[in-house]
Each structure stands twice: as C-alpha cells, then as structure tokens.
C-alpha cells in the first residue's frame, strides 16, 4: 500500500514538501496519498502555503477544524480511522508536534499501521506546552524516528526508545528554506501589498511572530509584550505578521492601540515566500515559534525567542538564537546589541543541508521492503 501522508497545521506544510518530492524522486517511486486533516483551513493559514510550497492537492481532507484540544484531536481520530481501512496503507508518515500529528499516529499504531515520525525527539522539558505531550506521545508509539539534530537521540534514549528506531536524517524545514530563497519575495512588494510604505523598511527592521498559547492568551502577559514590542519599535521598525488567535486576543483585549506608533507594519499572516523574504531582509526576529529559531539560524540571522525554553537547543547552541524568555530588559538589551551590530552569530547545524528529505526517503525504503508482501 502507499505511504500516507499526514499534513494538519501551517508548520506541517514546509516539512512535508520536500519528503513528498523526495518521495516521488526516489527510484522506484514511493507510492504516496497526501492527507490534510483541514487543521488549519484559512487561505492564509493553508492554501497559499500549499501554492508556496508547491504541494500537490491533498488526495483526502478531513476537514476537522478548530475546537479545543480534546475535540479536536479526536475529530482527526474519527475521521482518520476509516482511511486507513479504506487505502491498507504501507506507513503513516506524520511530521512536527501538531495535534493532527499524534492523533493520527494514534490511530495508525493502534490498527497495527507503522508510523513514521519526522522531527523526532526534540523536547522543551516544558509540559504546559501542547506540542510537548504531542511530541512525547508521537515517539513513544511511532516506530521510525528520524531526527534533526544530535540531542534528539539523547532525549529519545532517556525515554527508553531504542536507538535502532532512530535515523538522524537533519532537518527538511531548511530543505524548504533552501528549494525557496531564490523565489522569496522582496519585503518592500510585501509591504506595498498591504498599503504600507516600503520606505519604513530602509534604515532596518524587525520581524515579529507571536502565536503561543502561554505568550497570547492571557491579557497581562500579552499586553506586558506588546508593550515591550512597541518600546523595541521605537527603536527599530517591527513587521508583525499576525497568527489569528494572536490578532484575536489584542482585539479582544483592547491592545492594538500600543502598537499603532506608525513604527509597526500589522499583517495578516503571511505566505511562505513572503515570511522568507521578509527574514532574509530582517535584523532581528522575535518569535515563540519553533520553526522562525531554525530559520534564523540557517539564514544566519540573530533570534530573539520570546520563550523560557526551547525543544531546539542546537539553534542556541551553534545558531543565531538566545532566549530572552518575556523579560523586558533582556528583550530590549536583545535588541540593542543587533543594533551595535553585536547581533548573535553562529554556524550552519549538521545535516541541515538541504538534503534530509532525500535521506528519508531512502531510508523509508529499505525500512519498509522487508515488510512488502
Ligand atoms: C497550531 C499548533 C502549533 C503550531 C501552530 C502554527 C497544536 C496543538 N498547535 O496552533 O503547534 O505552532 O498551529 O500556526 O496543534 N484559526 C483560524 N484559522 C485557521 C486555523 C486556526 O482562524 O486556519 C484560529 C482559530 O480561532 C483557532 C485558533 O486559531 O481556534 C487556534 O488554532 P489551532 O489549530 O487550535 O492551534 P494553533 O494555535 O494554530
């Protein structure tokens, strides 16, 4: 039977790209079913990304929706299910810490389907964040892991998952990074495109992305950062591309007022190409998320995560990324040190390359021939 492939959320989409193409790549081909469970289901949120990435058109989507954790991972299960009947599927291949990630493996380990899981892992010790437990529970269960960088295996081993489970194949979100950068899109057309004037961007700027649940949702915090951000803008233009639960919240709490210095350019969340040309450009980026941290760092730019911890240490450790955590003098000290040109430096991690994918894809193979009928 085919692999099946399971994408849900945005940060699902730039990982799955490059393995589908590998995938189709490899000689003889892998047979593939790509699987959107309609996590996300904004334009902005999913289909430009697909057209970005030049992702095919799921053959299935599940098209669950939002909802909160419990519903929504056992809609994904609900639906899921009956697929895996339907297409006898040879493995499910899951990527990330989404909630489409694990419930789908779930479901597959439990009809004795082999999962694969790429991105295995990777842990911030932090169990009050959902991706945790989608992380711990996903390598638990899964049977291939195939990992980004060295630590991946250590926290793998402390869990009792045996190392022959665990392929360090490096990191397929830069192999999209690296497939795009020529057609990233130029910041400035980014800007003109939503009515703002390109000019603001000349002297420098900031890139900012918050979504984080422990970052957004709870008014205090979220106002003490965006009041911290509008200090940082006065120094520095910021470009904040809005998830929208964040954009949600400041309405709801009555905070976009702080950010209208006519230092902060507000966007709707933004297409892969254009993120990447707005970071290629940037100074600095402030950010919770998991995947701007390995961007930065492959793009050789300095990271400010507005986070306690992160599950990617190999970006604080060789890359561009420091956490300043929510704290305002160390995200202002942050930013004043780009500013003297003091900015973090780093290098390159291992393996990320551009080239992981291709080493999944023929490591999926010789993994699942002996099982072929
Ligand atoms: C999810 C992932 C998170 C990832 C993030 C990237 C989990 C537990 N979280 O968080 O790891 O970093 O995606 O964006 O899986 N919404 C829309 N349109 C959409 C999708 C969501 O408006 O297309 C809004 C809805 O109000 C929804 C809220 O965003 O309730 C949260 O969406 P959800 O999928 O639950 O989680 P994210 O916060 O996006």
Redesign the pocket.
Known sequence: GPVLCVV????NFMKMAPILRALAAHEPAIDVLLVHTG????EK??EQLFRDLRLPRPDINLEVG??S?AV?TAEVMRRFEPLLDEHRPSCVLVV?????TLACTLVAVKKNVPVAHVEAGLRSGDRAM??EI?RVLTDQVADRLYTTERSAADNLAREGIAPERVCFAGNVMIDSLLASREAARAPERTLAAHGFDPALLAQGYGVVTL?R?SNVDDPATLEALVRTLGEVAAQLPLVFAL???TR?NIERFGLGSLLDSGRTVLLPPQGYLEMLGLMSQAKVLLTD??GLQEESTALGIPCLTLRENTERPITVEQGTNTLVGRDHDAILQGVAQVLSGQGKQGRVPELWDGHAAERIAADLWQWLSPRAP
């Open positions: 849900g959320a945005r940060p996590q996300h289901y904004d949120m999913s939002s909802g954790h929504q990330g810490d989404v909630n489409s959902p991706e989608n979504h649940p998830h929208p639960r949600g998320s998991g």
